[in-house]
């Protein structure tokens, strides 16, 4: 969790900043500038559409009885592309737009899927699962299969 926060707050702007350094020198400093917020104007303009869309399509899904896997992961991409199209720099803005096109959501979708079914079934190999209902001793299975009666009394206040 360290090494994620640590690439994330201080690796991250590092080479934000050198790349909006460079990207300056090559076209200028107002044309960067401009190219950051046209970026975000229109990142957020995306994002709104496409998070629409994904809402609309989790709530036919439902309303079918369906579970919308595929909808919820979009929506979240279209979620993480937002954070990163609003961030200043041009590397996060690669990256959300990327998130944005459905052709990569998908292919990103597929390998966390064949990701998540290896670890499911490595998991299951390991043994019973903690959850499973554990016999009970003889006293337990007596108490449980005796009658509770509960003995109250109660005032009516109308």
């Given at each position: 969790m360290f090494?994620?926060?640590?690439?994330?707050?201080?690796?991250i702007?590092?080479i934000?900043?050198?790349l909006l350094?460079?990207?300056?020198?090559?076209i200028?400093g107002?044309?960067?500038i401009?190219l950051?917020v046209?970026?975000a104007?229109?990142g957020?303009?995306?994002v709104?559409q496409?998070g629409m869309?994904?809402l609309?399509?989790?709530?036919t899904?439902?309303a079918q009885?369906?579970?919308?896997?595929?909808?919820?992961?979009t929506g979240?991409?279209v979620?993480i592309?937002?954070?990163?199209?609003?961030?200043?720099?041009?590397?996060?803005d690669?990256?959300?737009?990327?998130l944005l096109t459905p052709?990569?959501?998908n292919?990103?979708?597929?390998?966390?899927?064949?990701?998540?079914?290896?670890?499911?079934s490595?998991?299951?190999?390991q043994?019973?699962s903690?959850?499973?209902?554990?016999?009970?001793?003889p006293?337990?299975q007596?108490?449980?299969?005796q009658?509770?009666?509960?003995?109250?009394?109660y005032?009516r206040?109308?």
């Amino acid at each position: 969790m360290f090494r994620f926060l640590f690439v994330l707050f201080i690796i991250i702007p590092i080479i934000e900043i050198a790349l909006l350094i460079q990207v300056s020198d090559v076209i200028g400093g107002f044309a960067t500038i401009a190219l950051v917020v046209i970026t975000a104007i229109l990142g957020a303009k995306m994002v709104k559409q496409q998070g629409m869309s994904a809402l609309q399509n989790v709530q036919t899904q439902m309303a079918q009885g369906q579970m919308p896997a595929k909808e919820l992961f979009t929506g979240i991409c279209v979620v993480i592309a937002g954070v990163l199209l609003l961030t200043p720099g041009i590397m996060t803005d690669v990256f959300g737009l990327l998130l944005l096109t459905p052709a990569i959501r998908n292919k990103l979708a597929a390998g966390l899927a064949s990701q998540a079914t290896v670890k499911m079934s490595a998991s299951m190999q390991q043994g019973p699962s903690p959850f499973a209902q554990q016999p009970h001793s003889p006293r337990e299975q007596q108490q449980m299969d005796q009658p509770t009666t509960i003995d109250g009394e109660y005032e009516r206040k109308d």
